[in-house]
């Protein structure tokens, strides 16, 4: 049986998800194909922090980055209300902390970078960090903290996104996979399923997150080069007697304070195909960083660990835009450590490529064009 859809989203995680939202709210109809369930993969294995205040400097990227996690205070009401679901949305403030005097005029540098990026910062010595953050080391010997930094339950934003786009209208489809497409010309007309049905679209998304080169660029002709990188995480319980009430970075790590009164340690990096074990010399080392950055964290029980496997690119910027000789195909995929802040503005910048045509100047600099040779051919194959 073919069903059909104005636009067919490929891939139910958080991206696949948010732009479904968009469009759906937009008046488009969208159906989201997933292979397994929906938001099961890196959009549920992520930690869920909203702190943009990275280490590094790109132009493009970073007005982006920042953008997304604009939108989220009046996101979250809105989403909350549309899907009845609670997202868990903090702003539990940050310490970015550093132990050792030669890393000083560094985190100052950064601090400065930060400001001018409009954030408010403070910068505290050790013991001002532990008069804040009681339980942190002794290690610490000074911190930025930045108050405007949060979180969010990363599962949950899926499930708020995937559900407020079902009842505006989209067709959430779990458990089926596209095993080939349809193709007439330059267009993507339909997809075959697992399930064995046929979908007609008008448009085709490939938000397939880590999976979106694999035989996408078969079937399309073009290179899209997203390539799977594991992060593993755990969560413990909480020191019983002084909770940690910051998200902390340091010592390698990051650790997050949840409302469950848990603490999740994230994340690690590295490349082993689609594999989403976890291993011990990774734990390993979250721990041991953990302990060095919070002594109290080595008497609390592990929860659970976990991995997920994150999109990347070559350049860690997300490929957002057209795919190059299809008409109605897009790519919006590679959001690499950051999709679930970057999830919002994806996918409203999406919304406006997929509803009028013209590629919004947000989306310029994320083109796919960027990886491809002037002269690559592409041809149509099924
Ligand atoms: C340990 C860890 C910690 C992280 N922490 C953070 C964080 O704190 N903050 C942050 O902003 N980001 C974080 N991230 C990054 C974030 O999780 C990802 O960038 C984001 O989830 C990517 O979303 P996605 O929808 O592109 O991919 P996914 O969530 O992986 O979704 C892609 C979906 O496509 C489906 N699919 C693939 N191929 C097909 C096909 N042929 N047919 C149908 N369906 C298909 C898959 O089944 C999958 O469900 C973290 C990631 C990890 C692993």
Not at 309 to 315: E, N, Q, V, W
Request: proline content about 6%.
């Amino acid at each position: 049986m073919t069903k059909t859809t104005d636009v067919l989203i490929v891939g139910g995680g958080v991206i696949g998800c948010s732009l479904a939202y968009y469009l759906q709210k937009a008046g488009r109809q969208v159906m989201v194909v997933d292979q397994g369930e929906i938001g099961a993969q890196a959009s549920s294995a992520a930690v869920g922090l909203l702190a943009p205040l990275v280490p590094f400097d790109n132009e493009d990227f970073v007005p982006f980055l920042l953008a997304s996690w604009a939108l989220f205070p009046t996101l979250v009401p809105e989403l909350e209300a549309a899907s009845g679901l609670a997202i868990a949305y903090q702003q539990t403030g940050s310490l970015h902390t550093i132990n050792h005097a030669k890393r000083v005029a560094r985190l100052e540098q950064q601090m400065h970078k930060w400001q001018r990026w409009g954030f408010h910062t403070v910068w505290l010595t050790g013991d001002e960090a532990r008069a804040c953050e009681p339980v942190l080391s002794e290690r610490v010997c000074a911190a930025v903290a930045a108050p405007q930094e949060g979180q969010i339950h990363p599962s949950s934003l899926v499930a708020a996104f995937a559900t407020a786009a079902r009842n505006k209208g989209a067709f959430l489809c779990p458990q089926s996979g596209v095993t080939g497409l349809e193709t007439k010309g330059t267009h993507v007309t339909g997809a075959a399923l697992s399930t064995g049905e046929a979908v007609a679209c008008d448009s085709l998304v490939i938000a397939a997150g880590a999976w979106s080169s694999q035989r996408w660029q078969q079937w399309l002709g073009v290179p899209i080069p997203v390539r799977p990188v594991r992060g593993q995480a755990l969560a413990l319980h909480q020191p019983a007697a002084t909770p940690l009430t910051h998200i902390l970075f340091g010592e390698g790590v990051y650790l997050a304070p949840r409302l469950d009164e848990t603490v999740v340690i994230g994340a690690t990096t590295d490349e082993a195909g689609f594999d989403t074990r976890v291993t011990e010399e990774k734990i390993a080392f979250l721990l041991a960083s953990a302990h060095r950055l919070v002594p109290a964290l080595q008497a609390c029980s592990l929860v659970r660990a976990w991995a997920g496997l994150r999109p990347r690119t070559a350049d860690s910027r997300p490929i957002l835009g057209r795919v190059p000789r299809w008409e109605n195909v897009v790519l919006s995929t590679g959001h690499g450590a950051f999709g679930i802040t970057l999830s919002p503005l994806s996918g409203l910048a999406m919304t406006e490529l997929l509803m009028t045509g013209q590629t919004p100047e947000v989306l310029r600099p994320f083109s796919l064009d960027r990886f491809l040779p002037q002269s690559s051919g592409t041809r149509a194959r099924k």
